[in-house]
């Protein structure tokens, strides 16, 4: 009695299981199809700054004369994905590439 109640929760186990590993794939086809529909409406593009790139940052405005840019430029020297990390003389500072402006 006990043994064919055994022998039928390893096939639901089995079965799951197989649902679970299914769907794995299925989720992956799911995720890359957003992902390239919210590329493609908010026209996601890679970043163009590299590594000792001559960069300006953004900063604060304090009143409505003040520039939108640092003056004064900065050198990248290291990325991590949006995460740019840019030096100057003594000063060195992390921010997201959307700050930075590329000096040519």
């Known amino acids: 009695m006990?043994?064919?109640?055994v022998e039928t929760k390893d096939k639901i186990?089995?079965?799951l299981f197989f649902v679970i590993e299914g769907q794995g794939n299925a989720d992956k086809i799911n995720?890359?199809?957003?992902k390239q529909y919210y590329d493609k409406r908010y026209s996601a593009?890679?970043?163009l700054l590299k590594i000792s790139d001559k960069v300006l940052v953004q900063k604060p405005r304090t009143n409505k004369l003040s520039s939108f840019y640092d003056l004064k430029p900065y050198t990248?020297?290291?990325i991590n994905g949006s995460?740019?990390?840019a030096k100057r003389e003594n000063s060195t500072l992390?921010?997201?590439s959307s700050l930075f402006k590329?000096?040519?």
């Open 94 to 96: 992390t921010r997201n």
């Open 31 to 34: 995720k890359d199809k957003v």
């Open 13 to 15: 186990a089995d079965a």
């Open 83 to 85: 995460m740019i990390t």
């Open 102 to 104: 590329k000096v040519e």
């Open 45 to 47: 593009t890679p970043s």
């Open 2 to 5: 006990f043994h064919s109640a």
């Open 76 to 78: 990248i020297t290291g």
